[in-house]
């Protein structure tokens, strides 16, 4: 089955500064990939995803890039707000299969 | 309107007794999903269903078991409780299964002393 790797388990960052989020997966029928927020108390929600026909794409500040060569994905958070500390999971899937997680991204937001 | 809702919120109970945890979703998806996080906020797949078929994950042990009494609903059924199964445990809903938004259910909290 699929493997996904996410890396930091733990990032700080001051408000105003960037953050990005990588994530790794093995399989290369995976063309789905997307990224959830979860706040304390709170189920996962959906931010942003990308499908394997596209390289890039952004919403206000965050962007998601995918590499399917390299079978990777980033998530990217810009101009960081004390709002955005949560923690962050990746996903990879395909039709007709199930999602699956990375081990999650805890993001801490100083102000 | 809650897209995905869960009953109970939280759930104490001891070793050995069994308990049914509730999901309901007003989306009118075809497919409904049952999570684990435990403590380390790992998120585990545990179940997806939809009208034609139940794929379980193969490490889920079989007290675990989903019922659906409608496309709307998928309730979890623990038997014979265990301290392990202490978790978080999250529904979720898509319109298909792997390649469209899952909503998530605001979690129940499962505590076995």
């Known amino acids: 089955g699929e493997n996904v790797e996410q890396h930091p388990s733990t990032l700080s960052v001051q408000e105003g500064d960037s953050a990005v989020i990588k994530c790794t997966y093995s399989?290369?029928?995976?063309?789905?990939f997307p990224w959830y927020k979860q706040e304390l108390g709170k189920g996962p929600q959906l931010i942003i995803d990308?499908?394997?026909?596209?390289g890039e794409k952004k919403d206000q500040r965050i962007a998601v890039t995918l590499n399917k060569t390299a079978k990777h994905f980033s998530l990217h958070i810009t101009e960081t707000q004390p709002e955005d500390s949560a923690v962050y999971f990746c996903?990879?899937?395909?039709?007709?299969?199930?999602?699956?997680f990375g081990t999650g991204t805890s993001l801490t937001v100083i102000p | 309107d809650t897209a995905v809702s869960q009953t109970p919120k939280y759930l104490v109970t001891q070793m050995g007794n069994d308990k049914s945890i509730k999901c309901e979703q007003n989306l009118g998806h075809d497919t409904m999903y049952w999570y684990k996080q435990d403590s380390k906020k790992f998120l585990k797949i545990m179940f997806s269903?939809?009208?034609?078929?139940?794929?379980i994950n193969e490490t889920v042990p079989n007290r675990f078991s989903p019922k659906s009494p409608d496309k709307a609903h998928l309730n979890l059924h623990i038997n014979s409780l265990e301290l392990g199964d202490s978790a978080v445990y999250f529904c979720?809903?898509?319109?298909?299964?792997?390649?469209?938004?899952?909503?998530f259910g605001p979690g129940t909290r499962l505590t076995v002393t």
């Open positions: 979720a809903s898509s319109q298909t299964d792997g390649v469209d938004e899952q909503y």
């Open positions: 399989d290369s029928a995976s063309n789905y």
């Open positions: 990308i499908r394997s026909n596209v």
């Open positions: 996903a990879a899937s395909f039709p007709g299969n199930q999602f699956y």
């Open positions: 269903y939809n009208n034609k078929e139940l794929i």
